[in-house]
């Protein structure tokens, strides 16, 4: 601040001056005269709005600055001020609180080498945090473990090779403050320690994310650093009002209240973000918390009203609001202890939970804090795939790990017509050359392939399965899409000609008929079972194949108007089957018979039931199942019409049976 005694000019070409010589982030300066000042702002942090901070002084921005007057004419007193006002409006420091990884792993200085580098080993850690009781006593390196291999100390306790008086911070400590820490030390952890208890750890990957970027890259590396322009809070909620509806901003706001009013960090992840991005409408949310989710899903529910489903055994919870779903969860991260195994558990930070996704489209989330709301988190360059059209995973060993990835690759693949990235396609090829597949059990296999065939084209997902030799591990028999039935790609328009009978008709049944249609109905039946097939399922897909066999063959053979055969032939199928028949066997022929049988024969029935004939003094027995034959038999060729033509119909078939006739509650006539 500088003080005139004479008439204020405009001072641009001097603020100018200032600026090219200063190299300061902000700067803001003036000159007071009289009793006014005269306040120039200017910012060289991109996302930082100098006009926002002084927006209730009445400032106006124009090309470069922003200019107000204050009524005080003390430099002093309006350095003071503008101090102050900065202070409380600038973005706080990112503390090591915001970017640390919770619960790390941990081991007791007791342990042996040999037990801690097996965890090391089986986790694929470089490092774990060293507890003494409950307190934080350092941390052992992969380094020290090595060095104590090689002097043959597998027995020792990992004690000594604890460096003593280790750096560490606290929760509020600011990243900037960790990063000197790091380079001071020679470290690239550091934990975070409340009254000595390990909070968590702040890595170094952590740190260069969560250091503001206060200038902005030079424009000869930007395309190196940005390939693709990173939509930014205000873009994002243009995008989210047009490709969802206002519920689904409301909603996430309230998302946003509850977090913060809680202290904790909460983003909506994985395939919501990734359909906003595509515009493709997706109402079913993932919402991660950094902390345990089940009390903050229960507070968001009280907020919305809305209802909520815990699953206590994984501490996570799906709240139904109108036709909005939102999944829990607390962030956490995964290890793999052997190839295919389910993976083991524990509590993480948004870069663990990020981290263990199957593919960098599927890594990115929106920051739900009230100060980033909708920020993009994208860590792994998922919106540069999206753009490029590639599924990539995470790091080369993903398919070796899970599997069921390689599933998933080509069914996301098919999905977006994407390409799967070169390493990618390595890293496919080798899990398949390693035979990762078997590892999987029927159960699971069956269950990727089940959300195949919900796909908008399943038919093209299942032929890429065969191309990727994926399908054979369900059965050594499914080898080659050859085993399929000709029209199977057909099946969902297929599907489409039954709907005037207004009926659900399962399309998943009918593609696991089709699927399983060249193998015997004794086998495909195994098969379910181990895939753990719902029963109800299971007998429909099994006696739907053993009917592509036998009913063409029996459908030739019927006379014209034979309504009665027709009727008996096809009356014990479910609709799923004689979609299978008209889908994969049948010709023009026997087609028109399956859909004669569904608009007139099948809705056929007799009205009388049991207590209609015992009113009628017949006595219950194997009989009634004559005599509801004979009437359902009448109602097929048009000789019965009526519930009277079934009654005399009824009585005179018993008649015809030389039965004795029973008393209406049917007993016996007394003699």
């Known amino acids: 601040m500088a003080k005139t005694l004479g008439n204020v000019q405009d001072l641009t070409p001097v ?6 010589r200063i190299d300061a ?3 803001v300066a003036g000159v007071t005269s009289g009793r006014q000042a005269w306040i120039y702002a200017r910012s060289r942090i991109p996302d930082l709005e100098v006009s926002g901070l002084f927006k209730d002084l009445h400032a106006r921005p124009d090309e470069r600055w922003t200019r107000f007057t204050l009524p005080d004419g003390e430099p002093d007193s309006v350095r003071k001020s503008l101090v102050e006002l900065l202070s409380s409006r600038l973005p706080a420091d990112s503390t090591a609180g915001d970017v640390m990884t919770v619960s790390p792993k941990c081991v007791d200085e007791s342990q042996t080498v040999a037990n801690t580098h097996d965890m090391m080993l089986r986790f694929n850690l470089m490092s774990l945090v060293v507890k003494r009781g409950d307190q934080f006593a350092g941390i052992v390196t992969r380094r020290d473990l090595d060095r104590a291999v090689q002097m043959d100390l597998w027995d020792s306790p990992i004690a000594p090779f604890v460096p003593s008086q280790p750096p560490f911070v606290t929760r509020e400590t600011p990243v900037r403050i960790v990063r000197k820490l790091m380079v001071r030390h020679d470290v690239t952890k550091i934990p975070v320690i409340e009254e000595g208890r390990i909070l968590g750890i702040v890595t170094a990957r952590e740190v260069l994310r969560g250091l503001r ?3 902005p890259p030079p424009a000869e590396y930007l395309q190196q650093v940005e390939p693709v322009p990173v939509p930014d809070r205000n873009a994002m909620e243009t995008l989210l009002k047009r490709v969802t509806p206002i519920k689904v901003l409301h909603v996430l706001r309230k998302v946003s209240a509850t977090a913060e009013a809680r202290k904790i960090a909460a983003y909506a992840v994985g395939g919501f973000v990734r359909d906003l991005l595509l515009e493709r409408p997706n109402l079913d949310m993932d919402v991660v918390v950094i902390g345990d989710a089940l009390p903050f899903a229960e507070a968001v529910s009280a907020e919305l009203k809305a209802h909520l489903t815990v699953f206590d055994r994984f501490r996570t919870a799906r709240l139904s609001f109108e036709d909005l779903k939102i999944d829990f969860t607390s962030a956490r991260r995964e290890h793999y202890a052997q190839v295919g195994a389910l993976p083991q558990v524990e509590l993480g930070g948004i870069a663990n939970d990020l981290s263990r996704r199957d593919f960098s489209i599927n890594a990115m989330a929106l920051d739900l804090s009230a100060g980033s709301f909708l920020t993009l988190v994208d860590l792994f360059g998922g919106l540069r795939d999206l753009h490029e059209g590639r599924i990539r995973i995470l790091h080369s060993f993903s398919f070796l790990e899970d599997p069921t990835r390689m599933f998933r690759a080509i069914r996301f693949a098919c999905r977006f017509h ?12 080798l899990a398949r050359q390693r035979e990762a597949l078997t590892t999987l059990s029927p159960k699971r296999v069956g269950a990727e392939i ?9 038919g093209r997902v299942i032929d890429r399965l065969y191309a990727a030799k994926l399908m054979r591990v369900l059965h050594p028999d499914l080898a080659d899409a050859s085993v399929l039935p ?6 969902p328009g297929i599907i489409r000609r039954f709907a005037p009978l207004h009926e659900p008709i399962d399309g998943e049944v009918v593609h696991w008929i089709g699927l399983l249609a060249s193998l015997a109905p004794e086998q495909a039946e195994k098969l379910l079972i181990e895939m753990g097939m719902h029963a109800n399922r299971r007998t429909a897909i099994v006696k739907s194949i053993r009917a592509l066999s036998e009913v063409p063959l029996r459908l030739a053979r019927l006379a014209a108007q034979d309504d009665v055969g027709l009727f008996t032939l096809l009356k014990p199928l479910p609709i799923e089957g004689l979609v299978a028949l008209v889908a994969f066997v049948l010709d023009k022929a026997g087609a028109r018979q399956i859909f004669d049988f569904l608009g007139r024969l099948r809705g056929v029935r007799v009205e009388l039931c049991g207590d209609d004939l015992i009113a009628l003094g017949i006595p219950a027995g194997a009989h009634m199942r004559t005599i509801f034959d004979a009437l359902l038999e009448g109602r097929l060729r048009g000789s019965i019409t009526s519930r009277k033509d079934e009654t005399d119909h009824a009585q005179r078939i018993f008649s015809g049976l030389r039965l004795p006739l029973s008393g209406r509650n049917g ?3 007394a003699p």
Do not use: G, V
């Open 15 to 20: 603020m100018d001056t200032l600026w090219s």
């Open 25 to 27: 982030h902000i700067l």
């Open 213 to 215: 970027e206060l200038l």
């Open 418 to 429: 994407f390409d799967l990235a070169e390493d990618t396609q390595r890293a496919f090829d």
């Open 450 to 458: 089940t959300r195949c065939l919900h796909e908008e084209s399943p």
């Open 486 to 491: 000709a029209r199977f790609k057909l099946i």
């Open 667 to 669: 007993r016996q006539p």
